[in-house]
């Protein structure tokens, strides 16, 4: 990349032909406008129960003294899980010089963005005292994880937003001019954020070098960010969670959801926003074949997580064990196990199935199944403390989610969609310039 | 000596005499006045005798001592340094435990806590299916390697000089890693408003005591350290109808029994009895010893009790 600039494709006939395509979806459309009311009408229900929430306290949840961790951190968890694809595709694809990734970069970097931005807000949620999160940093320790988990989750999202916004550049200059069918008000942004980006060799020069530092900074950074979401939990005492093989098993887990999460974004974008031509077949054959490769990693991280602990059943681990594999988890258990690892890995095998539409059925299935993947992680392990619970209330005994915390965490979500919908819409969501870079050296390697 | 002559003599006398007894009576007046005010200003030799935080018996003039205002500040201050000189420590005598749970009914008056929320509580514990169960009083374990303590992003919940573990409920942010981190399940929540909620309202926070209570927030065991700073022994080692537990000062290697009240060597007790930690093996070093449980004669808790689970009295 950063070996001489050739800026040549910005006079080609490409570059024409694809600034059309990619920037005629942009704008506000009906469809669009109905999709974000939806949304908007979902959200505010949900504040309304997140003011319910605050009024009466963490009691309107179905946490008590032993679970006192439910489906927000578990939510939590998935959140940042979700986000470490823009690192995975974007940045290691990258830098390999898998070049066919390149269409879904920016895709890659919007649902990073959007998760990692979320993150934090779930943590207020599940707060017993929101309105003191000026507190952490006021009178922040550092050898809390939850101080390591801030800064690595913040410098994340400032990572992933700049990964997004850089290459994006040059895309708001090209689109001058080409923006017609748009509001004037988005004309004008685009003006302001293009940065009066000129096209000199030399302006390219110093995108190319800056992009690619962040690429390499991020990766440590993202490792960073779900290792340590990892040791929220394996840096406790608690004998579900004593494990060293924490951090990878959650790197690798995260892989998993992240790419599916793409490839839900991509479905809908190729087919709401008629990209066809750049969301090729071939691509997501590739992104398929990807998923079955990061799932794979993950069931080996799986099969040291629960074969080691279930082959010893040590004292304290014993219970837990036995109330996955064949207790009163083992519906939601082995439904993760299999929808999340084994069923991606097993369909996708067959090229019939690396088709859009299977595949967006496959990645739903995958999604859900990492969502309640983490809720096993979390809510087990904490319903099994070392000491007998006794003379407590019966309910305190099983964790069940009440309405009130399933619609703050949907709340969450449609936060997640919001961002993802007005990124996907209102701004070019292939990269334009690159993708026109790529084919003018295409056909200049084919000429020769 | 003429008439005249003697006139003048007189005057003269007069004025002599007059002018020497108002200069005296001038100077007197000035030395008195002076007088009275050095003694005025001179300070008050009185002294008192005050025993000071760290053990010292010290004299103090009567006119310096100030009252001061117990105020949240002050109260803070107080209960963040903790009693100098002291290292408190705790025995449980598992053999005398008999589940009158007088210790946890003392201990939720005293803290404003409903019959469920636990600073204290006694589980039936049961090492094997095959041998008798006991019962087992389980504070906070207070421990000198804190794994609560260590995660909380905030620092309301911190170790004090003494040895207690405290949590202040003005900074504490409610994400719940301590309860998380704790392997003894000691910590609680207030998911809702504390059941003293309206009486505590305005009253200033003493951290010692945990008073008022708030919602959203942490509470534990604190050692009764409001107690502990007038020389009393806790709450619930006072209400003890079993002579279960002995509570003392490590620095002095001795402890008293809260229901007798006889004073023994710590480390006699400890030695003789075989006194241990609860799950020391995790590495928290926990400050509570408990004496094992011997001559276990109670009746089988019966067999919801073997996989951990018994629902007591609410």
Redesign the interface.
Known sequence: MDKGVDTKFLESRQLDTIATDILKPVGISKGFMIWMGFLSVLLLACIYTFIVQCE????V?G????V??GMYISTFVFFVASSLVGMLITSVLGLIGYNWAKPIGRIAEIVAVGFAAIAGVI?VV????PE??P??F????I?????WDITVVTTYLVLSLLLYFLPLIPDLAIAKGRMGHTPRWLQRTYQTLSLNWKHTPEQYKILFRSIRIFLILIIPNALAIHTVTSW??A????AGWDSTNFGPYFVSGAFVCGVAAVIVVMYFVRNSLKLEKYLTLDLFDKVGKLLVLVAIIYLYFNLNEFLVPGYKMAKFSA?EINELFTGKYALIFWFAEFGGIILPIVLLLFRQMRKPLPMLLISIVVLFASWVKRLIIVVPT?AN??????????TW?VYKPTFIETANTIGCFVIIAMIISVLVKLFPVIPIWEMAEEKTKTEEDTRH | MNKKDDMIGTRRDFFKKFSLIGGGIAAGGAALYSGYNYEQSKPDHNYVKVLTADNKLVEVPKDSIREVKVDVTMLQKRGREGLKGHRWTWVIDLSRCKNARKCVEACQSAHHLRP?E?HI?????QQRVDTPAYFMP?PCQHCDNP?CV??????ATFKRQDGVVLIDNE???????C???C???A???????PVKEEEDRGKPYNVELNIPQR???ITKCLMSSDRLREGKLPYCVSACPNSVYYFGDENEDCVTNGTTKETVRLSELLKVNGGYHL?EE???KPRIYYLPPKNRNYDFPGPE?EN???????
């Open positions: 009466k306290g963490l009691i949840t946490m008590r003294d032993y006192s961790w943590i599940d707060m017993g005292r003191r999160l507190f952490v006021m009178y922040g320790r050898q809390s994880p939850i101080f929220l939990f840096l406790n005492p608690r219970p904490l403390p070392y000491l007998p619970k006794e003379f407590v209330p019966h005994m | 469920y636990y509580t006694t589980l039936i514990m389980k794994p260590e995660v909380c992003p905030v620092n900074r504490c942010i409610g994400c719940r890693f309860m998380a981190a392997p003894y399940s910590r609680i929540f207030h998911w809702e408003d919602k959203g927030t799950m995790l590495g928290t009790a951990g689970y018994k629902e007591g009295k609410t």
